[in-house]
């Protein structure tokens, strides 16, 4: 079955510190690959996308991505978080359907 | 700049009564969505729509219907609602052009059912 897994539910990290946010997933094929963040009662903005090509991706705000299809991961990261990246995120997996799985997201909360 | 509209972010509604959640996209985009958000369940797809007139179900349709009349708009439809339709609801457009596409949300419209 497809699925995609955000084993983190909530993650407090300090101001300045590194941040891993980690997405697993089973699917049979090839995955696109994203990740969105939502802040608080807001929608979804798009962070990053894996599609092909290299394997490390780099997106908006700082963060990068690495897709290990060995481990079928594809890890969230960012080298020193901000005040201002408290906010839900979430890992997606598409293909050329118009099925996208979503995890169920991690909340991150930025300790001053 | 905004793409995709929801034009009510906030709606409290009496059980049982017929609600519309209305989603406007400007980007020429074939593709909507209406997805559900709940805590710890992620986003759950309701319906979507691939066309003008075309509807597919998603995982969780049941209780909702949609309307797709013109490109731009896809509207969601509770027409009983219940408490336990209180969530969280966001509308997605993507385009058909090639691959897989980005997903463009909504600011997300939330719903209490009382």
């Known amino acids: 079955a497809q699925s995609v897994t955000q084993p983190d539910i909530h993650i407090t990290v300090s101001e300045g510190a590194s941040l891993e946010l980690r997405c697993n997933y089973s699917?049979?094929?090839?995955?696109?690959l994203f990740w969105y963040v939502q802040s608080p009662g807001q929608g979804l903005q798009l962070l990053l996308k894996y599609f092909s090509g290299d394997t490390l991706v780099q997106g908006i705000k700082g963060f990068e991505a690495e897709f290990k299809r060995s481990q079928s991961s594809f890890n969230l990261r960012k080298p020193s978080v901000h005040w201002s990246d408290a906010a839900e995120y979430f890992c997606?997996?598409?293909?050329?359907?118009?099925?996208?799985?979503f995890g169920t997201g991690t909340r991150l909360k930025v300790l001053a | 700049d905004v793409k995709v509209t929801q034009s009510s972010r906030y709606l409290v509604k009496r059980t049982g009564e017929k609600v519309f959640l209305e989603c406007v996209q400007d980007m020429d985009h074939e593709n909507m969505f209406w997805y559900r958000q709940d805590p710890g369940l992620g986003l759950r797809l309701i319906y979507f729509s691939y066309d003008v007139k075309m509807k597919e179900k998603g995982d969780i349709p049941e209780g909702y219907s949609v309307s797709r009349e013109k490109k731009e708009r896809f509207s969601l439809i509770l027409e009983s609602a219940s408490t336990n339709q209180t969530s969280m609801y966001l509308c997605a457009s993507t385009s058909s052009e090639s691959g897989a596409n980005v997903l463009t949300f909504g600011a997300g419209s939330r719903l209490t059912v009382l």
């Open positions: 699917y049979g094929a090839t995955p696109y």
């Open positions: 997606a997996v598409g293909a050329r359907t118009y099925k996208y799985i």
